[in-house]
């Protein structure tokens, strides 16, 4: 596994705007683009309008983040990722950002978050999504967590998932 | 899957150009042709190693809401939950964990307001607690899987 360089800075202030024709885009292509030699003037097709006008919009929500990528995503159970720990940790609150992306450095982490405590069962406040082929990978895996928190790591708990009970991604309509 | 295709799992997990023929303008670099490529991305859904191909969009960045909630859930009653919170549809994502908090999900709505209440829905509705446990600040996105 390896992990693209940047980190992604939380963004605050209003959602960008969206129009009607940008949401019909969305819509019609949530569920993926089509596998067609021009996949963008197909969606143009669908929408009765340019393809241009399809690729612009498209680029636009790129380059404002509202897409984060566009690509392929792998279902990684089929490939051989079976294994999957969400690692959580409770860590001193005044020290959760500088933890937070530390740990989100780690080329296994593939999504580190602060998240609420609920006192008393609940202690956690820093969630890292750790994969690997198997526990004893994870677990080592987040022996390196540990090792990197040190003192900070007041302690943490390994939750592996065991069913997925649905998995629809998001809609919108 | 054979070494093309853990090529192109590897090499399209992200950068998919927009262009006329996207398709054409990454098949070069990965040996094949246009059509190879696509027969491939085909076969690649339909087994199911690819789970979509397309826009991940931001879903906060679409003007609606998500969270990560989680329950504890006894055993002998963990099926009859599962199946009535994966009856709203607003749970995008649901996951059985091995914890006493054991039943984690991800509401997507499409208003912040709407998080609040779908909760407290699924409070009363299962006669369970609720846990919300939303994002408060993001500090990785960004892995990519090798096949």
Sequence with gaps: MSTAPALREQRTGAAPVLDALDRRIIVATQEGLPRASRPYHVIAGQLQISAEEVMARLQRMLDAGIIRRIGAVPNHYALGYRANGMSVWDVPDGRVRELGNRIGELDFVSHCYHRPRHLPEWPYNLFAMVHGRDRPEVEAKAARIATLLGTADHGHALLYSTRILKKTGLRIS | ?147
């Excluded at chain 2, 262009?19 to 098949?27: G, K, L, N, T």
């Excluded at chain 2, 990560?68 to 709203?88: Q, S, T, W, Y």
Aim: with cysteine; aromatic share 10%.
């Design chain 2, 1 to 147: 899957m054979d070494a093309i295709d853990r090529h192109i799992v590897n090499d399209l997990q992200g950068g998919f150009p927009i262009c006329e023929r996207p398709y054409a303008a990454i098949s070069a670099r990965l040996g094949l042709s246009e059509a190879d490529l696509i027969r491939r991305l085909d076969a690649l859904l339909d087994r199911g190693t690819l789970t979509r191909f397309g826009p991940m969009y931001h879903a906060e960045r679409l003007g609606g809401a998500l969270t990560l909630a989680a329950m504890k859930i006894p055993a002998g009653d963990f099926e009859r939950v599962a199946e009535i919170v994966n009856g709203f549809p607003e749970v995008a994502h649901n996951y059985a964990r091995e914890h006493a908090f054991n039943l984690w999900f991800v509401l997507a709505t499409e208003t912040p307001e709407r998080i609040a209440e779908v909760l407290a829905q699924i409070g009363t509705v299962t006669g369970y607690p609720v846990y919300n446990m939303p994002k408060l600040e993001e500090y990785f996105v960004g892995l990519r899987f090798e096949a």
